[in-house]
Nanobody, 124 residues
């Protein structure tokens, strides 16, 4: 059983930056591919980014490509999401998630464990 806890959310002006962190405990962190998702009010949870177990491979939603960077530190059992040039449409609750699946990692249904989420609000 893996427990995930996000931090680093907050209120930021458009064009600003935030760095989200997700600390894992209770499992072998390096065994999991890690993803970030977000959910805005009234919308479905959507894929943001995913990183491979050793950090060597990443993928991003088109909407964040070039602005967001996912990374991980397996020694610290933590995955990060650096968010730059934030836009009002990035406003959402951001969740980290862990999976042992290999394919279809843009689907939230492929993930086994979820954090409680952290709110990101971008003011225009």
């Amino acid at each position: 059983q893996v427990q995930l806890e996000e931090s680093g959310g907050g209120l930021v002006q458009a064009g600003g930056s935030l760095r989200l962190s997700c600390a894992a405990s209770g499992g072998t962190f390096s065994s999991y591919r890690m993803g970030w998702f977000r959910q805005a009010p009234g919308k479905e949870r959507e894929f943001v980014s995913v990183i491979s177990r050793n950090g060597g491979s990443t993928d991003y939603a088109d909407s964040v490509k070039g602005r967001f960077t996912i990374s991980r530190d397996n020694a610290k059992n933590t995955v990060y999401l650096q968010m730059n040039t934030l836009k009002s449409e990035d406003t959402a609750v951001y969740y980290c998630a862990a999976t042992t699946s290999v394919y279809g990692l843009s689907s939230p249904y492929k993930y086994d464990y979820w954090g409680q989420g952290t709110q990101v609000t971008v003011s225009s």
